[in-house]
């Protein structure tokens, strides 16, 4: 598989699929590549096609907005590559993969990056125990594999997710050992004025503390999690009560949890690997999530021909990603000349409409999932921060003081960041502690983005070939 | 209050800068070493690593033997180690072509001192048991090793401190200004910094900053692609290069394996390491995957691309600036990471006053015949 | 007791892969890494340095924390969907 389109679209979920449709309606080629099956990204995240719903399952709101997108997609006529994996970006653009059946490569004039998010966990003894998983991961075992990550888990961290994990494992069957929220009631009502403007999920949103109370799952507010250690059969959690900045209090350890696993997240923060690469402009918003490339009101990023949408535009929720999806698909059909500037005025000005009432919710849900400071520095000197290469936060302290400035050099004075998840999972945190030094997160820089964007397999990328087959070069000089 | 002025300025802090730096603030100077960006963070802290004679121009051969040992003893003389390695090196050839290009190089290298020898494929193997049955002959070397370059602006980093030297990362030289017995470095945002003596080791930033002081000498930019796997088992114990010189591969204490070789990709010193070209990432990768063939078990980690520097003859420029009293120039180090170490040393002693152990490469040879602007 | 949901979907008959030569039952369309968290084997990798043990973590093909070896390469276990006689390794350095 390989060919020219008008527009590439990097990302499967509610915003790729927004703006493939509406590139396509009006008469754009486009492709969308995702590493899943098919759409939905992380919200909507479809059953395995093998999987049959029962006609007696429960109505799922959720499912039938996924379902949608799914169908408007196909019917869309746009090129679909799922289970492939984008490991390389190109300028111009040219976009390298990874399937079943080995390197593929596709370009066009314009790339949408879809590519959503990832998940911030802020490190604390015991978490890279096995059973110990991500909240976002929680969601996906549920929504997608059908599965309970625990007949009775402890579900820990902050933002909306909580909720929603706590409330489909009971519907799932299990009943949590315990819901440790971060935020306090307080936090919650302040985020109320924006909730507003979103009733119907304000609702299933604020109905989960009587519901899971109803339950008997004991709900602690402004409570973290102090260490997490093994026991004979299953782990044994401590909670921790904390401040309003998310620090420790002194004397708030409580009574370890029995649980058999434990799903906690800090918050999400925008996926910016491709846009990293192409080496766009970022800057960084705690509100947003992180940092985010630069873009417009249409979603140009500061490369011409490069565009973002989505959660890696900054956190704004599934019904936002969608919308900004749709201008990034107006903004491509508009500078490919498929649009004239008045048809898009006329097309774009309904969108952002709807675009502006729908962030309002999904960045009221951001900021009570933003990483606070004070949060990142309770980490404990020997506790790992950085999962791939075992870098503990104490290594990264020793660093700092010898004078490293910024991620980067962090990287190199450490390895923290350099394993195969190229810094997802501990860069917040890392970032985090380099700012307390030198004063801000856009002094500490984020990293450089490298590709692969996944590591790929080696037999894969270099395929059947003889000596003969190798293009070399002229030999070096003498 | 005037600025403090400085005996001596060193602009760029790669290993050539800061290796000057350090020894002629060991030497007694007050030593100011100014970088834009990290120190060692551009090809000083992206290369390969390499420490072997099998790849570098055979008149440097003997630079590098002492570069070489200066690495394997970093941990006495700078202060921290950067995890040097001391192995043998095998480089390969695949076709009667190769064959014959490998007794010459070895032959030509053989001439300044390193004791290569030509060995049949048979005793390759022997030597690395991982290797492709495909091979026809090898050269073997018993020195050769590696590095984990990425440590290195650490490493000199706290040298310097410890010796006196102000270091001042994130300061990037717009320009250089006669005046008052000495130079007057103009640094973008910052006040400017006085010296008497002025040391450019800017790598392939040094054409530019030879402007700075009416000269022109072009340096070409070479965009260098390296690739660095997963950990994997161990499959490999030295260092292993063919004979046109396109593949350097190493397996690391940790098990990741960095395969190198000098593949280009697309950038220029304006914008960096722009992009990777696919199909020579697939070469390199090949050739990698055609001489250790068990690499085919792990995966491709990350790709990036240093920028490295080349003078017309592809050899050094170190030495004084022709016709700029007090001003001096590194760099242009074919394999310049293994003798960094060394050529740093020889150009302290000549600016400290001291005779140097071996030649220096007197940069007028290059000069660019051009109507010299005086210096303002 | 079963962590999968059972109300609300039917899966395909339980097929058998092996995970280090141990017969694991699983079923079609599910994720390696999911099935073998049902089936209790959560633990799949050591850390490098350390020789911690480690298990899926972000199931979105982040993390790099579930990766197996499946036919001879390395795969993250939640991006593989489970087939009869699928043999897995775990156990994968790095
Ligand atoms: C697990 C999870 C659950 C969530 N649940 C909710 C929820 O219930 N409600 C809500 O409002 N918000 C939820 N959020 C926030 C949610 O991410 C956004 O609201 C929404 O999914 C954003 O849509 P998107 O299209 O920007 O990104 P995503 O939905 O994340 O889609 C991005 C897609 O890009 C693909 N991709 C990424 N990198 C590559 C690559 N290199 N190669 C190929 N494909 C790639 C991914 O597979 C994914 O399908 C959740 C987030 C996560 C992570
Ligand atoms: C990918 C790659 C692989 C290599 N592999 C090997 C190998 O295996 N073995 C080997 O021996 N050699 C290798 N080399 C060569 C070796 O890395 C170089 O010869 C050596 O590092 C050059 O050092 P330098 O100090 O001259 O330059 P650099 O390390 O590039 O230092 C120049 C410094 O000048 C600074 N600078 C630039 N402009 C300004 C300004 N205006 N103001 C202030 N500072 C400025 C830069 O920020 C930079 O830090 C490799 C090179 C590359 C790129
Ligand atoms: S669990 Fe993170 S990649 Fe599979």
Redesign the pocket.
């Known amino acids: 598989m390989s060919g020219a389109y008008d527009l590439i679209v990097l990302g499967a979920g509610p915003a790729g699929v927004g703006a493939a449709v509406t590139a396509r309606s009006h008469g754009l080629s486009v492709l969308v590549v995702d590493e899943n099956e098919t759409t939905g990204g992380q919200v909507y995240r479809a059953t395995p096609q093998a999987f049959a719903t029962r006609a007696d399952a429960p109505a799922n709101p959720d499912k039938k907005e996924g379902a949608g997108q799914r169908q408007s997609l196909l019917a869309s006529g746009a090129a679909v590559a799922f289970r492939h994996s984008v490991w390389q970006v190109s300028p111009g653009y040219r976009v390298d993969a990874v399937g079943q059946g080995g390197p593929v490569h596709w370009s066009a004039p314009a790339v949408i990056a879809a590519t959503g998010t990832t998940e911030r966990v802020v490190p604390f003894p015991g978490w890279t125990l096995p059973g110990v998983i991500g909240l976002a991961a929680a969601t996906i075992l549920l929504k997608s594999q059908q599965m309970l990550p625990g007949r009775r888990p402890v579900i820990a961290g902050c933002g909306p997710l909580l909720a929603a994990v706590a409330v489909a494992v009971l519907d799932g069957g299990g009943k949590p050992a315990a819901v440790l929220d971060l935020s306090g009631p307080g936090d919650w009502l302040a985020a109320l004025p924006a909730l507003a403007s979103r009733p119907d999920l304000a609702l299933r949103g604020l109905g989960w503390v009587v519901r899971l109370k109803a339950a008997g799952v004991p709900v602690h507010f402004r409570t973290g999690i102090a260490a997490v250690r093994e026991t004979a059969d299953g782990l044994a959690v401590t909670p921790c009560r904390v401040d309003a900045d998310r620090r420790p209090l002194p004397d708030g350890a409580g009574q370890d949890i029995e649980t058999d696993c434990v799903a906690v997240g800090h918050g999400l923060t925008p996926g910016t690997e491709i846009t990293r690469l192409l080496r766009a402009r970022h800057r960084f918003d705690a509100a947003l999530g992180g940092w985010v490339a630069e873009h417009d009101a249409d979603f140009r990023t500061s490369l011409p021909g490069l565009y973002v949408a989505g959660d890696g535009a900054g956190i704004s929720g599934a019904a936002a990603a969608h919308l900004q999806g749709q201008l990034a698909g107006l903004a491509v059909a508009r500078d490919l000349g498929r649009l004239g500037a008045d048809a898009h005025e006329t097309a774009a000005a309904p969108v952002r409409k709807r675009l502006a009432a729908a962030q309002r919710f999904g960045r009221a849900m951001a900021r009570l999932m933003a990483l606070r400071p004070a949060h990142a520095a309770s980490v404990a000197p020997d506790t790992v921060v950085c999962r791939c290469e075992d870098v503990t936060r104490g290594e990264i302290d020793e660093a700092v003081a010898a004078g490293a400035r910024d991620v980067n050099q962090l990287k190199a004075w450490t390895r923290c960041g350099m394993g195969p998840c190229q810094g997802r999972m501990c860069g917040e945190t890392a970032a985090s502690l380099v700012a307390e030094a030198v004063g801000s997160r856009g002094a500490a820089g984020l990293w450089t983005g490298r590709a692969p964007l996944r590591p790929v397999p080696m037999d894969l990328l270099t395929g059947d070939f003889t000596y003969a087959d190798i293009p070399l070069p002229k030999a070096a000089p003498l | 209050m005037s600025a403090p002025m400085f005996d001596v300025a060193v602009?760029?802090?790669?290993?050539?800068?800061?290796t000057t730096a350090l020894m002629l603030a060991r030497g007694g100077l007050r030593t100011v070493i100014?970088?834009?960006?990290?120190?060692?963070?551009?090809?000083?802290?992206?290369?390969?690593?390499?420490?072997?004679l099998h790849?570098?121009r055979a008149s440097l051969i003997p630079y590098?033997v002492r570069?070489h040992e200066l690495w394997l003893s970093a941990d006495q003389w700078l202060g921290r180690g950067v995890a040097a390695v001391s192995t043998e090196g095998l480089s390969l050839a695949f076709t009667p072509a190769e064959e014959e290009m490998l007794h010459a190089r070895a032959a030509a290298r053989r001439e300044y001192g390193a004791p290569i020898e030509i060995v049949p494929a048979s005793r390759a193997r022997a030597v690395e048991p991982g290797l492709s049955d495909q091979v026809r002959l090898a050269a073997y070397c018993p020195i050769d090793g590696?590095a984990s370059?990425y440590l290195t602006g650490r490493a000199y980093r706290e040298a310097l401190v410890e010796a006196g030297a102000v270091v001042r990362e994130g300061?990037?030289?717009?320009g250089v200004d006669s005046g008052d017995g000495g130079f007057s470095l103009r640094i973008a945002g910052a006040e400017p910094v006085r010296a008497r003596r002025l040391v450019l080791?800017?790598?392939?930033?040094?054409e530019?900053?030879l402007g700075w002081l009416g000269l022109r000498i072009p340096v070409k930019c070479?965009?260098?692609?390296?690739v660095v796997t997963e950990r994997l088992r161990p499959v490999m114990r030295t260092v292993l290069s063919v004979a046109n010189g396109l593949l350097?591969l190493k397996q690391f204490a940790n098990g990741t394996v960095l395969i190198?070789g000098?593949w280009q990709g697309i950038g220029d010193p304006k914008r960096g390491g722009v992009q990777t070209i696919p199909e020579n990432l697939i070469g390199n990768t090949r050739l990698a995957r055609w001489v250790i063939p068990a690499l085919a078990e792990t995966r491709v980690a990350r790709i990036?691309?240093?920028?490295?520097?080349e003078t017309a003859d592809a050899m050094p420029m170190i030495g004084a600036v022709p016709g700029v009293p007090d001003a001096f120039v590194?760099?242009?180090?074919?394999?310049?990471?293994?003798?960094?170490p060394y050529m740093g040393r020889l150009l302290a002693d000549l600016i400290l006053g001291r005779e140097p152990e071996r030649p220096l490469f007197d940069p007028s040879r290059l000069l660019e015949p051009q109507a010299a602007p005086a210096l303002t | 007791m079963s962590l999968r949901i059972g109300h609300t979907v039917d899966r395909p008959g339980a097929v058998t892969i092996t995970v280090d030569g141990t017969p694991v039952s699983a079923h079609p369309g599910e994720s390696v890494a999911a099935a073998l968290f049902a089936a209790g084997r959560r633990r799949l990798r050591e850390s490098p340095r350390a020789g911690a043990p480690r298990g899926m973590f972000c199931l979105m093909g982040a993390c790099q924390e579930c990766v197996v070896i499946v036919g001879g390469r390395r795969v993250p276990a939640c991006q593989t969907p489970v087939s009869e006689g699928l043999a897995v390794t775990t156990g994968v350095p790095w």
């Open positions: 602009v760029g802090g790669g290993v050539m800068g800061a100014l970088d834009r960006g990290p120190l060692c963070r551009e090809a000083s802290g992206v290369n390969a690593g390499t420490l072997t790849m570098t590098a570069g590696f370059s300061a990037a030289v717009i080791a800017g790598g392939v930033w040094l530019e900053m070479l965009i260098n692609q390296l350097s190198g000098g990036w691309l240093g920028l490295e520097a590194i760099g242009s180090v074919h394999s310049g990471y293994t003798s960094g």
